[in-house]
T-cell receptor, first 111, second 113 residues
Framework: GENVEQHPSTLSVQEGDSAVIKCTYSDSASNYFPWYKQELGKRPQLIIDIRSNVGEKKDQRIAVTLNKTAKHFSLHITETQPEDSAVYFCSSRSAGNKLTFGGGTRVLVKP | DAGVIQSPRHEVTEMGQEVTLRCKPISGHNSLFWYRQTMMRGLELLIYFNNNVPIDDSGMPEDRFSAKMPNASFSTLKIQPSEPRDSAVYFC???????????FGDGTRLSIL
């Protein structure tokens, strides 16, 4: 089955700096890669996604990149703000409609 | 849109008791997912349904767990008998189809004493 690895597990950045989270996947048939943000005690919320026919996608301060050859995808948050502090999960869709999630990255933005 | 609705939000019960978690997906969504989240194991898919039919239940831990979806607007996840190691947050999610974004409910925080 699909295996998704996510790094780092924790990330501390100064407000205004950039944050980068990296994920790898194992199934070359995977074709959809959503990212979720989960604040403490809340539900995971979709923040951005990318499909395998696109190499990069941007939405305001958030961007995702996908390298299908290397089976890598990354989340970039620019100009970080305290409200960006949360746990971020990458995921990939392989067979059927099943998502496999990475282990999560706890991001702390220090004011 | 009300989003995915789960009940109860919190459940505390003694081991051995039956636990039933409920989920109402977003209207019009034909896929429904049950996840379990713990610190140790992260976010795990337990089972998912397409058009009310179970498609993949390989994540269901053991026979004590069962899930049903009698119609397009309702699903249950049942644990019988419950054990302390079942303590976790259980999320339900729904999507409009294959490869479409999954939207999560607020979860049920389950504590088995």
């Amino acid at each position: 089955g699909e295996n998704v690895e996510q790094h780092p597990s924790t990330l501390s950045v100064q407000e205004g700096d950039s944050a980068v989270i990296k994920c790898t996947y194992s199934d070359s048939a995977s074709n959809y890669f959503p990212w979720y943000k989960q604040e403490l005690g809340k539900r995971p919320q979709l923040i951005i996604d990318i499909r395998s026919n696109v190499g990069e996608k941007k939405d305001q301060r958030i961007a995702v990149t996908l390298n299908k050859t290397a089976k890598h995808f990354s989340l970039h948050i620019t100009e970080t703000q305290p409200e960006d502090s949360a746990v971020y999960f990458c995921s990939s869709r392989s067979a059927g409609n099943k998502l496999t999630f990475g282990g999560g990255t706890r991001v702390l933005v220090k004011p | 849109d009300a989003g995915v609705i789960q009940s109860p939000r919190h459940e505390v019960t003694e081991m051995g008791q039956e636990v039933t978690l409920r989920c109402k997906p977003i209207s019009g969504h034909n896929s429904l997912f049950w996840y379990r989240q713990t610190m140790m194991r992260g976010l795990e898919l337990l089972i998912y349904f397409n058009n009310n039919v179970p498609i993949d239940d390989s994540g269901m831990p053991e026979d004590r767990f069962s899930a049903k979806m009698p119609n397009a607007s309702f699903s249950t996840l049942k644990i019988q008998p419950s054990e302390p190691r079942d303590s976790a947050v259980y999320f339900c999610a729904s999507s409009a189809g294959d490869g479409q974004p999954q939207h999560f409910g607020d979860g049920t925080r389950l504590s088995i004493l």
